[in-house]
């Protein structure tokens, strides 16, 4: 366990790599390990962040949020100075379990549209019902 306590301001823990880094550096992670079914150790998720960019000035940082998916670490979500990049095909859910989920989009090969010249769709249920959204490369 690790415990940080300070009675006089708020308590901080810091991961600092001490180097001159350049662009898309790792600076620290905390990996959250268990045991999987053969008593193997196994990192199941664990949050790492990022020099995006190290220019005097105009620094950009990233956190990145990765789990396991089938036993595979994966990146699930990052989150820099553009906001938040959800990779891959995930489910946004808002309001509990299914009340309200967003879909990333599918590419046309796999879906039905209603036009030829769809890139893809967005499918959001709301309370079970679905509803697609098409996507146009404009």
């Given amino acids: 366990d690790i415990d940080i306590q300070d009675t006089n301001a708020e308590a901080v823990a810091i991961l600092h790599r001490n180097e001159t880094g350049s662009n898309g550096n790792d600076l620290g992670k905390l990996k959250f390990k268990g045991q ?3 008593d193997e150790e196994t990192n ?4 790492g962040g990022k020099q995006k960019t190290i220019t005097n000035g105009s620094e950009d940082g990233e956190i990145e949020f ?3 998916n089938g036993g595979t670490l994966q990146t699930s979500m990052r989150l820099d100075e553009d906001g938040i990049d959800i990779p891959g095909s995930r489910t946004i859910k808002f309001g509990g379990a299914d009340a309200f989920r ?3 989009t599918q590419n046309s090969s796999s879906v039905a549209t209603s036009s030829t010249n769809s890139d ?3 499918k959001i249920e709301i309370d ?3 509803y697609y959204i098409p996507i ?3």
Avoid: K, L
């Avoid at 199941?44 to 949050?47: G, K, L, M, V």
């Fill in 36 to 38: 999987n079914s053969a």
């Fill in 44 to 47: 199941f998720a664990q949050i």
């Fill in 66 to 68: 990765n789990v396991q």
């Fill in 102 to 104: 967003i879909m990333t």
């Fill in 120 to 122: 893809g769709r967005i």
């Fill in 128 to 130: 079970g019902d679905e």
């Fill in 136 to 138: 146009f490369n404009v």
